[in-house]
């Protein structure tokens, strides 16, 4: 999702933003309140108004958002889109988890789905993590787990993802967890005033099990949910 669908200039509801930790949630109704999801190496928690400061620091540096939506610029404005993915999520259009290190409760990075009809049947996904952790497991752990939490909770069928085609870390990653190439979408991203052409990026729910049922691999295992 080079594209954040989160607009700071359009986001003008007021809001107060508390700390209060969002209670972990137990069942399925994922539109009540994200569950946290356990892998190898991360956990995957629902955003909260403190994630604001360390989400400013490590998204905002040049290496992490060249080729993304430009991340809001200040700790407030952080937290209005944190604020926001709430909202986003009660509604039940939208999902945002803060990416965690089993042992740390700093976010590190986040993971986004967004649906692109409103049955959920086809959706978009989006992450960014600092670049502290490229390379280290985290991307790849992560979006497993997010992956299997949009085809098993929320019920999609077709998960898509695009990144800019001069996004090498981004095409990389996609391509390391099978997302199937499907085109190349011409001019579409309009970024730092150029129009960038973008990679779309597929994986199907199908596709998913399949792998699921033939791989012994270890990190396709059923993610653990809290
Ligand atoms: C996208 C992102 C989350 C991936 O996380 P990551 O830890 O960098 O990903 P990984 O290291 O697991 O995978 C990237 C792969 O791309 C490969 N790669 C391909 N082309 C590359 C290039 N031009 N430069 C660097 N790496 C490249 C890497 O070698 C790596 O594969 P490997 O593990 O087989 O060596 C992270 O880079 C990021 O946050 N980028 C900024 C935000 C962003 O661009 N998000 C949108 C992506 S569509």
Request: aromatic fraction near 10%; charge should be neutral.
């Amino acid at each position: 999702m080079e594209k954040m669908p989160y607009r700071q200039e359009l986001d003008v509801t007021l809001m107060t933003v508390t700390s209060t930790p969002t209670p972990e949630v137990t069942s399925s109704d994922w539109q009540a309140g994200l569950p946290t999801l356990r892998g190898k190496q991360v956990v995957l928690r629902e955003l909260r108004a403190s994630d604001a400061a360390s989400l400013f620091a490590l998204l905002t540096t040049e290496e992490v958002s060249r080729f993304i939506s430009p991340p809001p610029n200040t700790v407030e404005g952080f937290e209005r889109f944190i604020a926001w993915t709430i909202r986003q999520r009660s509604a039940g259009t939208y999902a945002c988890f803060a990416v965690t290190l089993q042992g740390f409760d700093t976010a590190i990075g986040i993971f986004q789905v967004r649906q692109l009809d409103p049955t959920f049947a086809s959706a978009e996904w989006g992450f960014a993590i600092g670049s502290a952790f490229w390379g280290t497991g985290v991307f790849q752990d992560g979006a497993e787990l997010v992956v299997e939490f949009a085809f098993e909770t929320l019920g999609v069928h077709r998960l898509e993802a695009r990144a800019a085609v001069q996004n090498g870390r981004g095409n990389g990653a996609l391509q390391k967890l099978g997302a199937v190439r499907e085109a190349v979408l011409r001019k579409s991203f309009l970024h730092n005033g150029r129009y960038l052409d973008q990679v779309l990026y597929t994986i199907l729910d199908e596709d998913w099990q399949a792998t699921r049922r033939t791989t012994s691999r270890s990190y396709l295992s059923a993610p653990s949910v809290h």
